[in-house]
């Protein structure tokens, strides 16, 4: 048996062996591999744990239930619950930070700022939990200065990111965001 325990992302392409196979362990969830490509997101900063199959099969298990995915599909484990769910994706927003992009689709402001923290090693407050729920489409490189991904961000809602003396982005508003609700889409590309 080859077997891998993740605690983070990781983008797995693996051949199958019938007499050794792949297992991946994470958060109280099993990927079993049967010759696939697929990523495994089980960030402990996350209230899920998402496999995304880009190739192939896996089957996933967790305490509760068991599952078996095919290309296309994504597995959500609710980690509270111990629920899971499966649902029809594009692999590629789950993908692309292999490629060196960050791809969001109406994703929320509080979602990207912790994709932001941990590829930059950076925190963020938000002085309003509203401003946590306004979404945002768009590619960009991870690659990028974050300040230029935070300015076009910025400019696009009426916020503004400010640093303080411990290098904390805090995130404001200008005033209240009438034109913006929540999960409107707000693009971002770079």
């Not at 980690?79 to 927003?93: A, E, F, R």
């Not at 992009?101 to 700022?113: A, D, G, K």
């Not at 979404?135 to 910025?154: A, E, P, Q, Y």
């Amino acid at each position: 048996m080859r077997k891998v325990i993740l605690e983070g992302e990781a983008y797995f392409d693996v051949t199958e062996n019938k007499e050794k196979p792949f297992i991946v362990t994470t958060r109280g969830y099993d990927v079993t591999v049967l010759g696939t490509s697929f990523n495994l997101m089980a960030y402990a900063d996350e209230e899920t744990v998402v496999t995304t199959l880009v190739e192939g099969s896996v089957e996933i298990t967790s305490s509760k239930e068991k599952a078996l995915i095919a290309p296309g599909q994504q597995a959500v484990l609710n980690t509270k619950t111990n629920g899971l769910s499966v649902n029809n994706v594009d692999t590629y927003q789950y993908t692309a930070w292999k490629e060196g992009v960050f791809e969001f689709r109406s994703e929320t402001l509080e979602s990207i700022t912790r994709k932001l923290s941990r590829w930059y090693n950076c925190q963020f407050y938000f002085s309003d939990t509203e401003i946590k729920q306004l979404c945002f489409t768009g590619s960009v490189s991870k690659h990028k200065d974050m300040t230029k991904l935070l300015n076009i961000i910025s400019q696009s809602c009426n916020i503004e990111f400010e640093v303080d003396e411990n290098k904390t982005i805090i995130i404001n508003k200008f005033e209240i965001i009438k034109h913006l609700q929540k999960c409107q889409k707000v693009n971002i590309y770079s």
